[in-house]
């Protein structure tokens, strides 16, 4: 069972590029997949208890602030997210980083995905309020919906379509 987990605050500029692409995605599926979509705006333990249950999760999240150009997309594993600084709401000053949070929920024996894969989009402005992102953010989404696509149907016994 595979959970596409949109991160973000769609109000707040580039922050809603978890929450678009997971939006998009779910419109695209058909419902009889085994593939759940969901938007979250939380991080470390409330994050990963969102995550409980599923095999595999694919992560969607603004990347601030950009270390190269905003729009730029990059797929990660969780050892690539060790090696930086966190995506926005993996981690919040009044919680635990989410790599904190996986590894308590190991030792704790919970039913955590053994794979998570992270789209982290590089993005320019998640402080002023606004439901539009920046033009080279809104370049990325359709890309980052047909890798998420891509990825699905790569990985899985079933057919994932991408858009037309």
């Given at each position: 069972h595979t959970l596409v987990l949109g991160l973000g605050n769609p109000i707040l500029t580039d922050d809603g590029i978890g929450v678009w692409v997971a939006e998009a995605i779910a419109a695209r599926l058909p419902a009889d997949l085994?593939?759940?979509c969901a938007e979250v705006s939380v991080g470390g333990l409330l994050l990963m208890e969102a995550m409980l249950g599923y095999e595999r999760v694919i992560l969607i999240d603004a990347l601030y602030p950009a270390r190269g150009q905003p729009g730029t997309?990059?797929?990660m594993t969780l050892e690539d997210l060790r090696a930086i600084s966190p995506t926005e709401h993996s981690t919040s000053p009044h919680d635990t980083s989410l790599l904190t949070a996986l590894a308590l929920g190991q030792r704790?024996?919970?039913?955590?995905?053994?794979?998570?894969?992270?789209?982290?989009v590089e993005v320019a402005n998640i402080t002023d309020f606004g439901d539009t992102p920046t033009p080279a953010v809104a370049h990325a989404i359709p890309q980052v919906i047909d890798a998420v696509l891509e990825e699905l149907g790569r990985q899985s016994s079933y057919a994932v379509v991408p858009r037309a």
């Open positions: 085994p593939i759940d997309i990059h797929r704790m024996g919970l039913p955590l995905p053994t794979e998570i894969t992270i789209y982290a």
